[in-house]
Structure formats: C-alpha cells, structure tokens
C-alpha cells in the first residue's frame, strides 16, 4: 500500500497533468452534437474532387432556407380567420327596431303613410347593414371568412361593415328620406340599437391554420438509393449543393444511432486527444516553464474548453443561422495567451482548438480558414495589449478579415455580389464589440489563476508605487542601482526578443530585501563607515545572502506577481559570496562553501538569466576607473561568461 501511495506522491505532478488531459478530452466530446461527420467536404462554387457519387441510400431532398421561410410566409399571410354570425343579436336588433320605433315618432308631424314608409326605410336598413353581419374594427385587412347556417363564405374586407363604418354606411341606406331632422333621428335610434355580432372563432381558425402547416413539407422530392448526384470534377452548382446538404444531414443523422453511437464517440476521441496531445508536446518540447506549472496548464485547457463550449452551444441553438458561428469571438483566445504567454504559444493553441472544432462548426474549411487568417493578424498585429488603442486597431484589423473574407468566399460560391447578407456583417462587427471585452477578462483571470499580464506589469513599472518608494526612502543607492539594471536589462531584452517590460519590472523589485539593512550595502553607504568591519565574516556573509529571502518576504506580503519574486529568487543564482567567503577562508581553511552560496535556484527563463547578468555588469562597472570602448567589452564579455557557467536552461 505505502508503495503506490509513494509513487503516486512522487509523480502527483505527472499525474495531474495526464487527468486534465482526459478530462478535457472527455469533456470536448461530451459537448460535440450528436452525429456523425459526413466524409466528404463540399462548398458551393468549388470543383468535386472526390470519385462519382451516386445516393447510397433513399433520401428527401431538403429545400432551402430561402424557400422554408417564404413558403411558410406565403401559409401564414393565406391565414383565413373564421367568423360567426350570431342570429340571436340579429334578431334581437330587428324585434327592439319594431318594438320602439312607434314611441320614438309618435310626436312627429308625419302622416300614416310616411310614417310607415320612414319604418320600412329603417327596416331595410337594418336589415341591409346585417346581410354580412357587423363586425368588431381589428376584423379588418384579413383573410376572413364567414360562417352562418353551417356554411361559410369567403368575405371581401374592403366590404365589410365594421362598427366604425356603421354612421357612414346607414346614412346612405337612409340617403331617400326627405326630411333631414326626421333622418338623423332615426338613424340616432337606429345606431343605438346595433351591436356587432360577427365574432372569431379562435378554434377553428387556430384548427384551420394548424391544418395547413401539417401539411408543409421541408422537403422536395426524393433522391433513390443509386441515383447519380455528381461527377468528379464537376463545379457544385445550387441543385447539387441542395442535394449533397441534404445527404449531408441525413447522413449525420443516421449514422448516431444504436452501436454506430460508439463508434463516432471513439473516432472522435482518438482524434480530440490526439489534437490535445500535440499541444502537450509542444509546452513539453518548447514552453517548458509551462508544461512545469500545472496552473498554467490548467489555464490553458480551460480557455480551449471555454471557446469549445460556446461554439458548439451557439451550433446547437442557432441552426436556423450558421452565421451566428462567427459571433463567438475565438480571437481572443491568442490575445490572452500572448498577453500571459508569448504569440507562439496562444497560436499554437488557437489552431489546435480550430481543429478541435473543425468537427463541429458547418462550413468548416471556410471557418477554419478566417479563423486562423485573423488569429494570424491578430497575433502580429498586437504588440502590447496594455495599450488600449493596441486592442482597438486589432479588433478592427479582425473585424476586416472577418469582412473580406466573407466577401471572398460569396464571390466564390455565388458568383455575384447579389445576396450578400448584411446581417452576416452586423455579426461579424458583434464579434468584434465582444472582443473588446479581452481586457476585463485578463484581469479576472489575474485573480483567478493568480497570473500577470503586461496590464498588470505596467502598473508595477511605475515608480511611484508603495513600494518602489520605500526603497527610494530606506534605500536610495539599492534604488537607483535598480534603475540602472532596469534600463540595462529592458535594452538586452529587446535585442533578443525577451519579455522587456517583464525583465524591467523584475530588475526594479530585485533588490527590495536590501530595505532590511540598507546600510550594510555600499551602494547606500554615504560615509566610509562600513559596518561589515565589525563583523565576522561569516556573519556578514549571513547578512548578504539574507537580502534575497527578505526580498521574497516582503514582496509576498505586497502581493507582487510569483513572475515578479522569479526574479528576486534568481538574480544571483547559486553563487558564491566570494570577497567574505575569502576572508573567513584565510581565517579559518575548513570554512565551507555552502555557507557562502546564495540559495538559488539558477535562473530558468531568458528574462531571468539577463537580468542576473545586468546586475552583475551594473555592480561591477563601478569599480572601472578610466573606461574605453574595449575595456569596456572585455569586462562585460568577462562577467557574462562567467554567469554563463552557472545557468543551464
């Protein structure tokens, strides 16, 4: 038992890492969708390059998007809404008319005969008005049918009596009256007597229209197991992109079912880690400090599995669109990783993800294609995303890409420049807005993953910070030394490629652990008192080395970055405190090294090793009396060689 626990504490590191491994793997093929992956790859415009395709199997032929949304249309406009007439107000109307039209003109100076004649009038009028029945005003600019005596007839709308046409349509019926004050009376008592009595069926219209959708059908026709599709070298024109989509899909579709399921999942999980494992081999081979650090590596996986999420949802719920793809801003991705990283780095990993989700996106070889391109630019084309404008112009050089490259491909396919989508560039410009989003999201993943960016970098640069200023006040000769070092160090930083402004913030905050005892340094000695001739020279010795553990003490408890405390841990390396290692040596000859050596460890990046040997250089020139150009040369040729011996990346 105490075995296998051993091992396993031994290489929990190891271990570690090969369970984010599968993990992630499980994880991507968790969330791909359902299905297969059709075997041949096909764009409209483009040549078939595979052998003569007959349909392997019997198949509808799917029409297309265009045609799905205007036939629906065309249903939903032809919507006939189904209205009741209501005898029961109608007859009502009709029986109060002859009940009290004698009390409304009993007091009229009209004779029997005009009497009878102005009653016939309203009458008819009535009836007229009701011949269609009376409806509410929202029945109009419909589609209306209506339904009476268990018959139903189409209605015109622009004929129809609605309550708001009742005043000006019975004064026409009312038109061969004579008298004007006789009229208005009895069209007064006649409008108070009409109520609408045409009323929706909602039933039967909602029946009527669920009727005619079942009846809609997303396919046309019907391609035969056997039928010839295409011909190798033959151009994929409209009929035959509809026809090879439409196998496409059907093809998926079949395939993800019973033990076929298994097999898709294993296909894709062979290929899934075997795109992971190359990524793990080129930290292993090259970014060795991050294969190092699990953190790192946790970070790493998780902003592939982030972006993978979040394509494969927006697949998943916009199918209607495949546009929408292009609204997950996958650049982002390098911009992150070369802001914690390096731009070779947040490529690699950006063109492993692309091809993770090659198996996902529609479209893929375009998708794959305009993504690397802007990861590309976007990699160039920033240089250091603490500036803001920096963000800006690469989210419009993205953007651009985004926009030619659609351009390109539409020309391709179609042709022509008719049916560009300009909903397709407000998605791409969509993009772009979320990828200016980078920023804050740096920031959260600082706290997160306890990483630092350039952003943060930046703001430890400034010398006016808390602790910048401690120094400048314990130890003002420390802090100057420092800036000495910084300039140096940021110059020899940009001649090979390093991290510059990584190395200037390091080389400010290397010597902080001199604020303990500043006075036993020389370069804050102001008098030629020097309390080290007091001292044994063990003791002072002691003192020296100390100034690299107080350092990292006092740079832990102002929460400076572990990138930033790499440096105060390895600015000297293992070496040895030579001039008081000597000086106890000549009084004591078993005096051990160890006692004398700094802890280390040797420094383990680039940035490291120059700033170890820009502090070197700046400490030791002070003793140079009359420098020249070659002196000059030689003593730093010197220096560097001999830090040389002691760093092995």
Not at 42 to 70: C, H, M, T, V
Not at 148 to 173: F, G, M
Not at 381 to 395: D, E, H, M, P, W
């Amino acid at each position: 038992m105490a075995r296998p626990l051993d091992f396993i504490y031994r290489h929990q590191s190891l271990l570690y890492k090969i369970f984010l491994y599968l993990i992630a793997v499980i994880l991507i093929v968790w969330m791909f969708p359902g299905g297969g992956k059709f075997k041949y790859d096909f764009s409209k415009g483009r040549p078939w390059q595979y052998e003569n395709l007959y349909a392997p199997f019997d198949f509808s032929l799917k029409k297309s998007q265009a045609e799905i949304d205007a036939e629906l249309s065309e249903i939903d406009s032809a919507r006939v809404y189904y209205y009741r007439f209501n005898e029961e107000i109608y007859e009502e109307v009709i029986s109060n008319y002859s009940i009290q039209f004698e009390g409304q003109f009993q007091f009229e100076d009209l004779s029997l005969s005009q009497t009878k004649k102005l009653f016939e009038t309203g009458d008819d009028a009535i009836h007229r008005l009701y011949t269609n029945g009376i409806f509410p005003d929202r029945a109009r600019g419909r589609n209306i049918s209506l339904l009476r005596e268990n018959t139903s007839r189409p209605l015109d709308p622009e004929y129809l009596i609605t309550e708001e046409d009742l005043p000006l349509a019975l004064d026409r019926y009312l038109a061969e009256l004579p008298s004007n004050q006789v009229k208005q009376k009895l069209s007064q008592f006649i409008l108070g007597l009409l109520q609408p009595n045409a009323s929706l069926d909602d039933e039967l219209t909602d029946n009527s229209f669920k009727e005619a959708m079942d009846q809609f059908s997303y396919t046309r026709g019907t391609i035969y197991d056997g039928e010839f599709i295409i011909a190798k070298g033959t151009v994929v024109e409209d009929r035959e992109f509809r026809i090879l989509q439409s196998l496409k899909d059907e093809y998926e579709s079949e395939l993800f079912e019973g033990d076929n399921s298994y097999l898709i999942l294993l296909g894709y999980s062979i290929l899934v880690a075997l795109a992971l494992m190359m990524l793990f081999l080129f930290l292993q081979r090259y970014r060795q400090e991050v294969f190092a650090d699990n953190n790192k590596i946790s970070f790493i996986l998780f902003n592939i599995l982030l972006m993978v999420f979040i394509t494969t949802m927006v697949v998943k719920n916009f199918t209607s669109n495949e546009a929408w793809v292009y609204a997950v801003p996958l650049c982002i991705l390098p911009l992150i990783l070369k802001n914690f990283f390096d731009a070779r780095l947040g490529l690699f990993t950006h063109v492993i993800t692309l091809l993770i989700l090659g198996f996902v996106v529609p479209n893929s070889f375009e998708y794959i294609f305009l993504q690397i391109t802007a990861g590309i630019v976007t990699i160039l084309g920033v240089s250091q995303l603490y500036k803001r404008t920096n963000l800006f112009i690469a989210v419009g050089q993205i953007t651009l890409i985004y926009f030619i490259g659609y351009f390109a491909f539409h020309s391709i396919h179609e042709a022509s420049l008719e049916g560009l989508k300009w909903q397709v560039f407000a998605i791409f410009l969509l993009n772009g807005m979320i990828t200016l989003f980078a920023q804050p999201l740096i920031y959260l993943y600082e706290k997160i993953f306890g990483l630092v960016s350039d952003i943060s970098l930046l703001e430890l640069s400034d010398t006016n910070s808390t602790l910048l200023k401690q120094l400048s006040d314990k130890a003002p000769g420390t802090f100057h030394h420092s800036l000495q070092v910084a300039n140096l160090a940021e110059a020899a930083a940009n001649e090979i490629g390093a991290n510059s402004l990584l190395v200037r913030v390091g080389a400010l905050y290397h010597d902080i652990g001199k604020m303990t005892r500043p006075t036993f340094y020389t370069e804050n000695q102001v008098t030629n008192v020097n309390p080290h001739d007091d001292l044994p020279p063990k003791e002072s010795a002691k003192i020296i080395l100390d100034h690299v553990l107080n350092g990292i003490e006092i740079a832990r408890k102002n929460n400076l970055p572990d990138r930033v405390i790499d440096f105060i841990r390895t600015h000297h390396g293992t070496s040895l405190v030579y001039y008081f290692y000597k000086k106890q040596k000549d009084l004591d000859p078993d005096t051990e090294e160890a006692d004398f050596r700094y802890p280390g460890p040797i420094p383990f990046s680039k940035e490291t090793a120059i700033l170890m040997m820009s502090d070197a250089v700046e400490a030791a020139s002070k003793s140079l009396k009359s420098p020249t150009f070659s002196i000059i040369d030689d003593f730093v040729e010197k220096i560097v060689k001999g830090q040389m011996e002691l760093i092995s990346f």
